[in-house]
């Protein structure tokens, strides 16, 4: 498999990169050489083994549905950039 | 709008069920609805690092309690995914959702339509993800609010197969799901919070041939009215689109009330591209056998099964059925006055009539009525014995209303209760034959000329007299008594 500087446009719009012309080439080239090297694991014979979610052999654990958090909102908005009336306020997002 | 000749209409909804948890899915912040914004935003929900989501046992009950009642496939293992994009109301530019493996497997819904007729609906999955924040886009100085206390409220995205062939259609099945989810008492059903929120997939064909059309997709609709409004804007915008020789788009849409017409929210040229995978901070959740039976023991009886039950073994027609069994709390009362009474009939009639005439009204929930069952169904018990008039149990029910009772009030205590108002309020149907035979040949000795039109075959002017005796009685007169002694006394026959 492999990559063109088309795909990665693609990729860092999705992304929300901006790449210059030159960082485009670039790494347009550095990932097609890591893709091909990850393409060495396609060589390895993965018939009868069921997809894996989760390197760990262990299941969910799970939370009694209680309420347990006190939201000291004052607290975790000091660090925000600009808030009013309670919102935490970002650049503006048209629907 | 009705169909236009020629066309096939195709939908299948995505509702989204907000489940009724007391906390979030991967927080321990609360739910609650309305509260100051971003009070009931914790750092999980904030995206702050190194927080780490921790799953709630009872959304995945609720998910399951939802697959059992819909006979769907429960997965052993089911897992989570990150669905990315970006968008401040989820702040960790992913949301958590399940995309190969859903907890719940196809299963299918029994939808009661207008005719009478049941429609199976199938449902291709129903999997568990956490609710977006909301934005403000009131002027902030030119920028956006964010409230995130709606972040990370679990939702069950349920998904339809595209199987409804028309807005009606998709309507009762929107409405079928909302009183399922109320009966298993895993979502408040109050759609006018966004408690439950659907999409729409639309398209047309032209009649008779069986490949889908290229659809659309309106999103966030949250009335059962707009639903239907949306699609059939759609449909017809979709039909003028082909039968102008032009193409249906894949495209997202926006319902626009007010104009009455969908609008396009993103189109397919920056159409999202969510990159699922695993989310690697969730392992996968695994459920036993155990838990599933435990939760199937504790199913109630489902609208359906009222449905049918209220149908076969208290005789009611299919319209009356279904209105009764939409809520579980009108369902609840129906029966306790149908048990209490004896009447299941009469007991519908008055829920379906009076008491909910009243209820609109006074713009109260059933659990809030003043009359409780008990007391409904000793006053149905009196116009059964014949005590009361159809009449006067209204003008009871009236009293009865302006002093509430206790929703628990026990049935002998309504029993005496409405006994007493009878009598205070001199209700007591009069079936003294002795007294009626009296007032009778009064009116009849005193008004001949009318006499003299009944015998000459004019049998309309018996309601003249049978009105005379009710205004002497105050209405209090058993009708049917009344009836069958004026026929006695103007044929001239003796009683």
Redesign the interface.
Known sequence: MSVDTKDITGLSRLAKLALLPDELTQVTADLDRIIAMVDALAEVDTDGVAPLAHPLDAVQRMRPDAVTEEVDRDHFQGIAPATQDGLYLVPRVVE | MSERSGWETVIGLEVHVQLA???KIF????TAFGA????????VD?A?PGTLP???????RMAIRFGLATGAEINRES?FDRK?Y???DLPKGYQISQFS?PIVGKGHLDVQLDDGQTLRVGITRAHLEEDAGK???ED?????????NRAGTPLLEVVSEPDLRSSAQAAAYFRQMHALVRYLGICDGNLNEGSMRCDANVSVRPQGTTELGQRTEIKNLNSFRFLQQAIDAEVARQIEVLESGGRIVQETL?YEPELNRTRS?RSKEDS??Y?YF?E?D?????VDDALIEAIRATLPELPHEKRERYQAELGLGAYDAAWLTSEPEVAAYFEAAAENSGEAKLAANWVMGELSGALNKAELDITRSPVSATRLAALIRRIKDGTLSSKTAKQLFEALWQEPAAQDEAAEAAATCIDQRIEALGLKQMSDSGELARMVDEVVAANPAQVEQFRAGKDKVLGFFVGQIMKQTQGKANPQQVNELLRAALSGKPD
Do not use: C, K, W
């Open positions: 948890t007391r906390s927080s321990g912040a609360s100051a914004p971003n009070t009931q935003a914790s750092p904030l702050l921790v799953l709630n046992e009872e959304a995945v897992v990315n970006f968008y401040p493996q934005s403000l886009h902030y100085s030119g920028m956006t609010g964010i409230d995130l926006l929210m999202t591209d990159r695993p690697p969730l392992l996968p959740v695994v």
